[in-house]
């Protein structure tokens, strides 16, 4: 059974940090990659970042130099680092994994960038 739990999400002010994590467990996780996707309320869920197997990461242009994503094969883990963060940047943040056609879900993790 393949589950992805993110967790670290929270709420945070205008121009501060906050790093939000995801174990995996049931799936080979230094094969996957991993990426984190977003979705605000009334918006489509979007790509943020993503992180190949062999390390290789891309950005969307909206987090580019803020955001970075990194993974842990020892702990079956996958992060993002938040920096510099916008109000634009509150929604839910999805953990997703792909393994060859397989592809799979957290069940998101709720951050909120306010005053």
């Known amino acids: 059974q393949v589950q992805l739990v993110e967790s670290g999400g929270g709420l945070v002010q205008p121009g501060g940090s906050l790093r939000v994590s995801c174990a995996a467990s049931?799936?080979?996780?230094?094969?996957?990659?991993m990426a984190w996707y977003r979705q605000a309320p009334g918006k489509q869920r979007e790509l943020v970042a993503v992180?190949?197997?062999?390390?290789?990461?891309n950005y969307a242009d909206s987090v580019k130099g803020r955001f970075t994503i990194s993974r842990d094969n020892t702990k079956n883990t996958v992060y993002l680092q938040m920096n510099s963060l916008k109000p634009e940047d509150t929604a839910v943040y999805y953990c997703?994994?792909?393994?060859?056609?397989?592809?799979?879900w957290g069940q998101g993790t709720q951050v909120t960038v306010s005053s």
């Open positions: 997703n994994a792909k393994q060859g056609v397989r592809q799979f």
């Open positions: 049931g799936i080979m996780f230094s094969m996957a990659t």
């Open positions: 992180i190949t197997s062999g390390g290789t990461t």
